[in-house]
């Protein structure tokens, strides 16, 4: 839905802005947020497929500073704008990062997609499902930036350390 979406506003609208960002950290974002507890709780922790699929999470201060540029100025044409961080992480890279910042050992228990597919539909019909199945697409393929969007660069922005921000999210929960 987002891809045709933003295929019909990019051929059929004469200025537009499209900003597509990497999978977002910051204070209560949906990512840490759900998996800072589960890492506190439970000695086992799902991942899904090998955990081998990369993507470039980004600091949500360093997508507000673009975004108010882009705001600020003038932009004419079709521009789209892709805001991922310096990092880039396979899943199982960040699992254990994440591990390592809490001190904790924990053990990454193989999920295969369409086993996690069918649990998700499920889940999703009663409500209780801590992961939507558009969020396990994510988990699928890799998620990070190309070479063809403008990126932080345009505006001159230098992304934070994500990994420094991470470590000081996980001592503050």
Known sequence: A???????????????????????IGGGDQFLSQLIPLFKISFFIPLFGKGLSKFQPVYVDDISLAINKIVSNTLLGRHVFEFVGNDIFTYKELYNFLAACMGKTRVFVSIPYTLAKFGIKILEKIALSPLNSEQ??????????????KNFDYFDIKP????????????KT
Do not use: C, M
């Not at 891809?3 to 977002?24: A, D, H």
């Not at 396990?136 to 969007?149: P, T, V």
């Not at 934070?160 to 001592?171: M, T, W």
């Open 2 to 24: 987002i891809y045709q979406s933003e295929k019909y506003i990019y051929n059929n609208l004469t200025n537009t802005i499209i900003v597509r960002p990497g999978i977002v």
């Open 136 to 149: 396990l697409r994510l988990f699928e393929k890799d998620n990070i930036g190309s070479k063809d969007a």
């Open 160 to 171: 934070q350390n994500l990994k420094e921000i991470i470590k000081n999210i996980v001592q």
